[in-house]
Nanobody
Framework: QVQLVESGGGSVQAGGSLRLSCAASGFTYSRYLMGWLRQAPGKEREWVAC???????HYADSVKGRFTISQDNAKNILYLQMNSLEPEDTAIYYCAAAGGHWSGCPGRDNFDYWGQGTQVTVSS
């Protein structure tokens, strides 16, 4: 059974930091592109960061320089370190996995597995 379980969300003030984790199981982790996406109220789900099939990291322009994606392949855990958080970062953050070979981050419709999401709220 495939599972992606996020943790680490919460409420912080602007300028603060959070670290999200995603524990993956039930599939061959190394064969999947892993990414973080988010959905703010009233907005479409958008990708935030990913580690592609060539182990390169990619970031949305809105988070570049503030967020860092990483993974522990031995433990099948994906991380998202979020620094200098802004109120605009408020959203539900999802961990997701996409099969196949990707250079760059695929569109949200190309992800095969999703976590349940974790809420991040940033107050001004």
């Amino acid at each position: 059974q495939v599972q992606l379980v996020e943790s680490g969300g919460g409420s912080v003030q602007a300028g603060g930091s959070l670290r999200l984790s995603c524990a993956a199981s039930g599939f061959t982790y190394s064969r999947y592109l892993m990414g973080w996406l988010r959905q703010a109220p009233g907005k479409e789900r958008e990708w935030v960061a990913c580690i592609d099939s060539f182990r390169s990291t990619h970031y949305a322009d809105s988070v570049k320089g503030r967020f860092t994606i990483s993974q522990d392949n031995a433990k099948n855990i994906l991380y998202l370190q979020m620094n200098s958080l802004e109120p605009e970062d408020t959203a539900i953050y999802y961990c997701a996995a996409a099969g196949g070979h990707w250079s760059g981050c695929p569109g949200r419709d190309n992800f095969d597995y999703w976590g349940q999401g974790t809420q991040v709220t940033v107050s001004s």
